[in-house]
């Protein structure tokens, strides 16, 4: 790529970094918008800018969006007193494409793990005890993918909110699984054959 300008190399290299993009996939995809400059480059451009300096995230639940509280916080139909923990916001994401949980949510930022040296400070736990505590939850829904990592996290959530119901997703979430690849059929039954844990 020597021969490559300076700038391409650089917007090569960071679209590279996007989950599911290499250098390879990335030089194709950069290569694309040059040729479609002007339906595709210029508006991805302004989009982004604009997306920059006007999303942020939910001061609440971790959700993003263009306020400081996203829309189901809002919501006083939200508050029904059940909480549905996440791992990311994509998986807030696939549970409201579901479109069955009627509740809020709370997005942890990742899930517990020693080889990551990623604690409960690192991620919003400390935050959901205090909600737990502050706002009317009866129940807490662990929606967390069934990798190691999320079944540790969710262990080590239920013990710290003994108090409180604590559920997870049953049937339909496969071992490894994760929530952002999985359709909606699959996550309304698993969100509606939750069990204790």
Known sequence: MSDTPKDLENLIDLMSRLPGLGPRSARRAVLH?????????????DTLAQVA???RECLTCGNVGTTDVCEICESP???????????????????ERAGIFKGRYHVLGGTLSALDAVGPEELRIPK?????????????ILALNATMDGQTTAHYIADLLSDVRI???A??????????????G??????KARKEL
């Open 128 to 140: 959901l005890v205090r909600r737990v505590q502050e706002e009317e939850i009866t129940e807490v």
């Open 186 to 191: 699959t996550i309304s039954a698993a969100l």
């Open 167 to 169: 559920t997870s997703l």
């Open 77 to 95: 139909k939200r508050a029904n007193g059940e909480l549905c923990v996440v791992e990311d916001v994509s998986d807030l994401w696939a549970m």
């Open 53 to 55: 300096t006007t999303v």
């Open 171 to 184: 049937q339909g979430v496969p071992i490894g699984g994760e929530l952002d690849y999985l359709d909606d």
């Open 33 to 45: 918008m040059i040729k479609k400059r002007s339906l595709l480059m210029t508006p991805l451009a």
